[in-house]
């Protein structure tokens, strides 16, 4: 089996138990709803949904969201169906992000990308789908590593999440869930050493991401870190084809 697939097999086994317990993945899911802006009506496409953890989020608001999940991990689909139950607000599909999207030109108001552009064979192929999906002045939101990243800046914002909530008493929460996890954060440090390793994968510098985006003829409305520092987090916006000048070009 390719490493990269075995990766993602064993991943989903410890995904959800180390994330939904540390406050900076928390903390994204929430940034990334706020810059996405749904509104009642919207139809969004989470590319690369995982267990489903932005989904939840976004058909748990007030608004009426219509939500599309896709990811080409079956296993990751299963939890995500097993967590969101039966949702007529949520279709979720098994797809590969390095082939072209199954859906119409401007289906959607809004793609969510975090933490799959990097894994993906061509980047640019699937920035210009994100694109051609959209409708005009839809939003696609994108959260991908940076160059190099490391877990220890990430924990240290963790730590200080915890201090911010229990001021006295922080290290008692902190303790807990080093001995409820500890097992499973193990494996989950060795799973993102050996993604950082993998050569297949990439980590853009900002200048490549601006490059890439606005290649694809994306409008740039925010570009800045999170993440403890480890991750890019992007909002950018399809244009009218007169504002751009990039319609029917390839990349």
């Known amino acids: 089996m390719e490493l990269g697939k075995a990766i993602w097999k064993v991943y989903v086994h410890v995904y959800d138990g180390i994330l939904l317990r540390f406050h900076p993945y928390l903390e994204l899911l929430g940034q990334v709803k706020g810059a996405l802006g749904a509104q009642d009506g919207w139809r969004v496409l989470d590319a690369g949904c995982g267990t489903g953890n932005f ?9 009426s969201v219509s939500m599309v999940g896709v990811d080409f991990e079956r296993a990751m689909l299963e939890r995500a169906r097993a967590k969101l139950g039966i949702n007529g607000k949520i279709t979720l599909r098994e797809g590969n992000l390095d082939f072209p999207l199954p859906f119409a030109d401007g289906e959607f108001d809004g793609v969510v990308c975090v933490n799959a552009l990097y894994a993906m064979a061509n980047p640019s192929q699937f920035i210009m789908e994100c694109r051609r999906v959209l409708k005009t002045e839809g939003k696609l939101v994108l959260v991908t590593p940076s160059q190099q990243p490391k877990m220890g800046p990430v924990f240290m914002e963790h ?12 290290i008692f929460p902190l303790c807990g869930q080093i001995l409820w996890v500890s097992p499973s954060l193990l494996l989950f440090l060795l799973i993102n050493r050996i993604i950082q390793g993998q050569s297949s994968f ?12 606005t290649r694809c003829g994306f409008l740039i409305k925010k570009l800045e870190k999170t993440y403890g520092g480890q991750a890019w987090f992007l909002v ?3 244009p009218a084809a007169a504002e751009d000048g990039t319609a029917g070009k390839g990349v």
């Open 202 to 213: 990439t980590f853009f510098s900002e200048k490549e991401l601006s490059s890439l985006v």
């Open 159 to 170: 730590l200080r999440a915890l201090r911010r909530k229990y001021p006295l008493l922080w």
């Open 236 to 238: 950018c916006t399809k």
């Open 55 to 63: 989904i939840q989020a976004i058909v748990n608001s007030p608004e």
